[in-house]
């Protein structure tokens, strides 16, 4: 999957280019991304759907993590697991995954905003009523998605470029199928040809066209249901 980037790109393209200006910005390919769920400052989720506190600062990114792409190195026999995201979970290093997700996603836009900019974001848009489940490998955070359990939207999946192209998409996914095994939606960027693909191969049913209330970009809205899942497969 082409993820780096959880979708449609509107708030990044415009936080981006409010940064850099009148900068053009490329569509991405991997974001999952149309809003927020409020300010994750509050707020955390520890077994899904119980509020805690997450504590900002614990980790901080690195002064210049654009050019640096590569997986760090872990220990031997440490497995990557899915879970819930906990107060060692640093906005910092959230922001860092969905930074170099937006910059590989959009490679001929330079300078990328700064991380502060993202952190500022993932205070905002990550909290309460949504669940935030990353996948980490050890301390290190390599995916993360936001779902509104309850109004069954997945509002963002983001995945490290170091890590796209190892089925770790397609194993966040299984998890929101898990959380909301009725159905559930998304919106994803038009021009996402890439994400759109991806997710029509996972069952996922293209509906109505509209355009993002705040920038005016073009989306779809696509719908993951068990009977459309099932005639997919």
Do not use: K
Not at 80 to 102: E, F, K, N, Q
Not at 108 to 116: I, L, T
Not at 141 to 157: E, I, K, N, R, S
């Amino acid at each position: 999957m082409p993820t780096g980037a959880t979708a449609s790109l509107a708030a990044d393209q415009a936080g981006n280019a409010r940064y850099l200006g009148a900068a053009r910005v490329a569509p991405g390919h991997a974001v999952v991304h149309e809003g927020g769920c409020g300010a994750l400052a509050p707020a955390r989720l520890g077994p899904v759907g119980e509020p805690r506190v997450l504590v900002a600062g614990r980790a901080r990114a690195r002064s210049d993590d654009n050019a640096r792409m590569q997986p760090r190195s872990h220990a031997p026999g440490v497995q990557p697991v899915i879970r819930p995201a906990t107060d060692a979970d640093s906005h910092a290093g959230l922001a860092r995954v969905w930074r170099r997700a937006w910059r590989s996603a959009n490679p001929s836009v330079r300078p990328v905003a700064p991380p502060g900019h993202w952190e500022a974001r993932v205070r905002a848009e990550f909290g309460p009523p949504c669940a935030v489940l990353v996948r980490a490998v050890g301390p290190e955070v390599t995916a993360f998605l936001v779902l509104d359990v309850g109004g069954a939207h997945l509002h963002q999946l983001f995945v490290d470029p170091a890590c796209q192209g190892r089925g770790v998409g397609a194993e966040m996914l299984q998890q929101v199928i898990r959380l909301c095994p009725g159905g559930w939606t998304l919106h994803v960027a038009t021009g996402n040809h890439g994400a759109r693909r991806f997710y029509a191969r996972h069952g996922l049913v293209e509906g109505p066209v509209d355009t993002h209330p705040a920038t005016g970009r073009e989306r779809v809205l696509c719908r993951w249901a068990p009977a459309a899942a099932a005639a997919a497969g």
